[in-house]
């Protein structure tokens, strides 16, 4: 069975050819970090219009990469929420007519369930159940999973996601959109102990995140040096922030598996293509006698093979959506 995936939810355009529940045969994504880099964010309007541009040429592509053709397709699976309404809309609508015309079925997926199911694309799968951690620009959460289609939402962040944070304190110190990578770059010759940020750890045990204390903390330290006419440590702000935020997501995947009595964690989402947090949660999971699973940087961040496996496995349990439903803008998971 083949399956075309589809992710237009937030700034990048992507497709991928799935061959039944794990080979991937094309997996291509089109990047806007060019155009909104100079905003130090997405603008929602401007990702709209680009994914419109892009979403022939990238589907087509990924179809010839794949070596097929529309006709060979069996599935069309497609990003229906959540994330950025007028993006969202873009592969939404172009699915449905596809589907319309071709009379190939199609079926709207949640992108959190991507994100947690991302690390079936790799050759050594986990078990479940297994506790997810799920770090990207648009949340920052804690899920059970007990199967492919079974994901029990056990913490989520009160405000700002990880990733949200990165870009915010890229901005603040004068870095470019996408903040993650250029902070993380920057880190490798900082001191992780220079400042000393705050870690939210919220009520004993709790499972939710919090990260704009740490946010407003950076901001302070930043206008401090501002006051000593100091250039500011770029490198050390950079390695202390990222230690504050790779802390709190380790301990908090560890509290989880501890609270749940589980052992085999899985990440996902952008933040974890971070090699100190990828580096971090490895030793620690070691140390803690925890299997750990972690997709390739290219299948943390967005992208059509994670949503083209999530619609494969939620075709084996649910019919096609109908041409009447709609985008969503939260996560129904959970
Ligand atoms: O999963 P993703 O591509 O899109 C969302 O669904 O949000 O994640 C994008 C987020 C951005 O906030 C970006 O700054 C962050 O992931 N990110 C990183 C790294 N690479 C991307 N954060 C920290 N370190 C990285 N290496």
Redesign the pocket.
Known sequence: MLTLGIES????TAAAVLQDGDRLLSSVISSQDAIHTRFGGVVPELASRRHLESIIPVVQEALEQACVTLGDIDLIAVTQGP?LIGSLLVGFSYAKAVSYVSGIPYIGVD?MAG?LLSVFLEEEKPQFPYIALI?????SSLFLCTSFSDFTLLGRTRDD????A??KV?KLIGLD????????RQALSGNRKAAVFPRAWLEEDSLDFSFSGLKTAVLNHCNLWKQKGCDLPIADICASF?EA?VEVLVEKTMIAARKTGHNTVVM??????????RDAMRQRCDREGIRLHIPR?IF????GAMIALAGYFQFQKEAPVLYSEDVFSRSQLG
């Open positions: 939810s937030c700034d990048d994330g992108h994100h770090a990207s620009g648009g949340t996601a990880a990733g949200e990165f870009d890229a959109y996408p903040g993650g990578p250029r902070i993380a990222q935020v996902g989402g952008g933040v974890a293509s971070n090699q100190r947090l940087p943390c961040t967005d992208n």
